[in-house]
């Protein structure tokens, strides 16, 4: 056996993993143009300051999880460990806003970060996602939230929560974190290390510390920010549970939901499900009317959210007994007879539209026939000697186990009319 394994937090994905991922792929594909979303694919890698000024320098992503190096030209780059920030970039670059006021995006691509890995969390991971660019209105965060929604119930995940929240305008942030320094003062030295480090550069990080104790002190004492947030904001917040309500999406309001990047304004929102375990973040998103402008543009208002793609796999439960489902497998019985069995799965293949495994082991008859039990085909068909010789080929249905002989040029309309 070889040395070379995957990296820590890496994974391959076999076929019968590849199975599920391509049938999830295919809905959020047709999900997301149904809702009028066209796709975005952005480069690997960006410059490392994208994401320090995107995300924020303060934040876990960029303090602790980014695969970042300077390459031989000096430039300083990272792989994506996100795709808000490239979608702006990439909005600005082609100055998408002048040729339409909103512009919806989604996307669905890899992504790095250097966490420490445990199922639902890995270093390379997918995610899909989508980006509403110029609307400020709360119908547009309520889009949002009910397209992640409705993708997750489309997949029949159980058990799911929607969380959300708001942290209002960014105007009001640097008096907020004032008043949430001053809350805190007495416990300050009882938090951990790195949120006394937080408490002056970021305050608002102090709530994705993952310490339990640092959360209880913080429920204890903190002063929380939907308390501080304007009357727009709360007319903003009240409006999306109105429409919430209207479509039938449960919620319920987390006022300590304030998400881990600095991005946010207003709306934040998380789609868990307790079927996930301790990585139950189905996904994450909100509202981020100040990145745009923090990135260069005109102050543009944007809502999006994104979703782990390895989370709503496992969430779906089935990829471990996900088997490639053959329909016909093919065995024949001679040497003599492989061009006509091999012309029999082609033909099969173009005019029947079912997946046709062809016996290219050249196994015994017995051994041909617990391989086509193995991987579950529902019909065999057994080219024998002869048969052949008398023109016709013998099909036999797995489930019942009963088998008859047919005339070889009528298989394809006899399969054709087998349900
Ligand atoms: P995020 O919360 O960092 O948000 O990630 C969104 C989702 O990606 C999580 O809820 C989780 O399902 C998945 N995820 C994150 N890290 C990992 C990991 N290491 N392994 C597996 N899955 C992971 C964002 O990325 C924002 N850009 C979302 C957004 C879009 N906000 C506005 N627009």
């Known amino acids: 056996m070889s040395n070379f394994r995957t990296i820590k937090g890496t994974h391959d994905l076999?076929?019968?993993?590849?199975?599920?991922?391509?049938?999830?792929?295919?809905s959020i594909h047709s999900i997301m143009q149904q809702n009028g979303y066209g796709e975005i694919r952005t480069p690997a890698f960006e410059n490392t300051e994208l994401f320090v000024r995107g995300i924020g320098d303060e934040t876990d992503i960029v303090t602790k999880e980014m695969y970042s190096w300077i390459d031989q030209g000096g430039n300083n780059l990272a792989l994506k460990p996100e795709l808000t920030a490239p979608v702006v970039r990439a909005y600005l670059q082609h100055q998408m806003g002048n040729t339409n006021p909103l512009h919806r995006l989604y996307y669905f691509d890899a992504l790095f970060r250097r966490e420490r890995p445990q199922k639902g969390r890995q270093r390379q991971f997918y995610q899909f996602g989508a980006e509403a660019i110029g609307s400020p209105n709360p119908e547009q965060d309520a889009e949002m939230i009910s397209l992640a929604y409705n993708i997750y119930k489309g997949f029949n995940i159980q058990n799911m929560m929607v969380r959300l929240n708001s942290i209002g305008s960014a105007e009001i942030m640097p008096a907020y974190l004032d008043n949430l320094r001053h809350s805190i003062k007495s416990i300050e030295h009882e938090l951990?290390?790195?949120?006394?480090?937080?408490?002056?550069k970021n305050a608002l990080r102090l709530f994705d510390c993952k310490n339990p104790r640092c959360q209880e002190l913080l429920d204890e004492h903190a002063l929380l920010i939907f308390e501080s947030i304007s009357d727009e904001d709360h007319a903003h917040f009240k409006v999306i549970t109105q429409i919430l309500d209207e479509m039938g999406i449960p919620y319920s309001h987390d006022n300590k939901l304030v998400r881990g990047l600095d991005y946010y304004s207003h709306t934040t929102f998380e789609i868990t499900s307790t079927i996930l375990g301790a990585q139950d973040a189905l996904c994450g998103g909100g509202r981020y009317n100040g990145l745009i402008e923090q990135l260069?543009?005109?102050?543009?208002?944007?809502v999006g959210f994104a979703a782990g793609v390895e989370r709503l796999i496992?969430?779906?439960?089935?990829?471990?007994?996900?088997?490639?489902?053959?329909?016909i497998y093919l065995v024949h019985m001679s040497q003599e007879l492989i061009p006509t069995a091999a012309r029999i799965a082609n033909d099969l293949r173009k005019n029947c539209g079912k997946t046709v495994v062809l016996e290219t082991l050249r196994r015994s008859m017995k051994a041909q026939m617990r391989e086509a039990g193995r991987c579950g085909a529902t019909t065999t068909l057994i080219l024998g000697i002869e048969e052949f010789a008398e023109n016709?080929?013998?099909?036999?249905?797995?489930?019942?186990?009963?088998?008859?002989?047919?005339?070889?040029?009528?298989i394809i309309q006899f399969v054709n009319n087998t349900p």
């Open 14 to 26: 076999l076929p019968n993993e590849r199975m599920i991922w391509r049938k999830v792929e295919h």
């Open 192 to 200: 951990c290390k790195i949120c006394q480090a937080r408490i002056e």
């Open 296 to 302: 260069g543009g005109k102050p543009t208002p944007a």
């Open 314 to 327: 496992l969430a779906i439960g089935k990829q471990n007994n996900m088997v490639q489902p053959v329909d």
């Open 392 to 410: 016709k080929i013998i099909i036999k249905d797995m489930a019942t186990g009963n088998q008859e002989k047919i005339v070889l040029s009528e």
